[in-house]
């Protein structure tokens, strides 16, 4: 029977080749590894990485490798990766959706291979990829990687969670439009979100998380004169997750929660929608932060922010939030509190860029 390797594989995809997935990458993996025991496998197209690298002015110590499991340390692109070696529009094409869409997928199955498998990997670090993109390759169904992640790992229960400096903030809704959200919100599901939260914030060494669920409505429904959610359909979920012995109180006003979040006086935020969570996430830790979707027999992990098709080839991306992907992607790996889940427990020797 084949030795499981012990070599920490972090799947990287490329996201979308038009955009500055390539550029984040690349500045990502340049020369940052050499002393530590990680391995990364690019799921993307070598000729855009390579001319890339050019273009930013950064030597990439990749390999080729037909076998990516004879490959301990460094960066490999996956052989199956394709190498147009062709510039990309930097808008939404259809070619750009499938691409970004198929490297996403296989770096997904190289993730739910058996651990004793060489070709496994530990956990996977999505550059950006445009969901209009992908609606033009036929893949509508699927609005961003969350819901693509789920659907292939068959999971029911998940969510977004963005992890920052001083915030985390986990999502009851993804990616719906605002119109739809109140409609979507059930107590059972915001309770199970209450519920992915505080497993995940155990997993980041937090084992008794203060938790802070927003309300939907302006100063939380002024008692129902505002809207009557969160009365109804919020407030009893954070009465479940009480019972539960969860630390849990609101519903609290969106407006004036974050801070006392970003103050130290919560470990984590529930908020009921996509931009009442994120805008104070972005507005504090633009790239710095790292989204993470929890619930997932897989660890992924993703930057905070799009393709920005506007500055792509000026070599002023932002790496930043793709390296904190990175290590806390790493860190998920090595923590214990994961060992349940099959994954290695001893901490990988990493050097912090």
Partial sequence: MTKPHTTRT??????????????????????????SDCRFVVFGDAGVLEKTAQTIGLAVEWKRSL???????????????????KDFPAKPTEAGGHLSFDWVNAAIDAALLAHDDPAHVNAVVTAPINKQAWALAGHAQYPGHTELF???????RFAMMFVSPTLRVILATTHIPVVAVAEHLTTDGILK???????????????????????????????GLLGSEDQTLIAP???????KG???????????????????QYDLVVAMYHDQGLIPVKLLHRDEAVNVTVG???IRTSPDHGTAYDIVGRGIANPGSMRASILLALRLVANPALASSGRQQSAPNVKTP
């Avoid at 972090?10 to 002393?35: C, F, K, N, Q, Y």
């Avoid at 789920?150 to 029911?156: E, I, L, M, V, Y």
């Avoid at 997993?203 to 927003?214: D, E, M, N, Y």
Wanted: proline share 8%; aromatic share 2%.
């Fill in 237 to 243: 979920a954070i009465g479940l997750a009480q019972a």
């Fill in 246 to 264: 969860i630390n849990a109180t609101g519903p609290h006003p969106a407006d004036t929660l974050f801070g006392a979040a970003a103050a130290g």
């Fill in 193 to 223: 979100t209450i519920e992915l939260g505080v497993q995940a914030c155990c997993q980041l060494g937090t084992p008794k998380p203060r938790v802070a669920v927003l309300g939907l409505n302006p100063h939380a429904g002024e008692g």
């Fill in 150 to 156: 789920a659907s292939r790992c068959s999971c029911d």
């Fill in 67 to 85: 076998d990516r499991a004879a490959t301990r340390g460094g960066v490999v692109v996956d052989p199956g990766a394709t190498n147009a070696a």
């Fill in 10 to 35: 972090i799947a990287v995809t490329m996201g979308d080749p038009g955009g500055i997935g390539p550029e984040i990458v690349v500045a990502s993996l340049a020369g940052r590894w050499r002393d």
């Fill in 296 to 298: 997932l027999p897989i």
